[in-house]
């Protein structure tokens, strides 16, 4: 196999993969990327933690849409359920960082959307 086939292979998988993950996957993911963003840039520049976190949503807009469908019902409640120990672990780093820059209005505005 050629490295072209190889690469082409490999792309193909990783869309296949990212297409099949769920939505409360995908909320999860979102949820534990936004903590990774206040752990590299939650240490007091906070226009810069906005920015990354405005480019974040914005580039995750189906994720952020399952994240706001994750407590609309009882089953969806049900169906997050299973990743509670990923969110609490993801909410508590955000907990953590958000001190500094939890005030900063385009911050506080993605913690509510996430909330």
């Known amino acids: 196999m050629t490295p072209r086939w190889a690469l082409l292979l490999c792309s193909l998988a990783a869309i296949a993969l990212s297409a099949c993950q769920s939505r409360e996957e995908q909320a999860v993911e979102l949820v534990e990327r936004v903590?990774?963003?206040?752990?590299?840039?939650?240490?007091?520049d906070?226009?810069?933690?906005?920015?990354r976190l405005d480019t974040l949503l914005k580039e995750n807009p189906e994720a952020l849409a399952a994240l706001a469908?994750?407590?609309?019902?009882?089953?969806?409640q049900k169906r997050s359920a299973r990743y509670q120990a990923r969110?609490?672990?993801a909410f508590?780093?955000?907990?953590d960082?958000?001190?500094?820059?939890?005030?900063e209005p385009r911050v506080?505005?993605?913690?509510a959307k996430i909330m």
């Open 46 to 51: 906070c226009e810069k933690l906005a920015n």
């Open 87 to 89: 969110i609490d672990k």
């Open 108 to 111: 506080s505005d993605v913690i």
């Open 35 to 44: 903590a990774e963003v206040f752990e590299q840039h939650g240490g007091g």
């Open 69 to 76: 469908e994750s407590d609309g019902s009882k089953e969806a």
């Open 92 to 95: 508590q780093k955000i907990v």
């Open 97 to 103: 960082k958000a001190a500094k820059c939890g005030a």
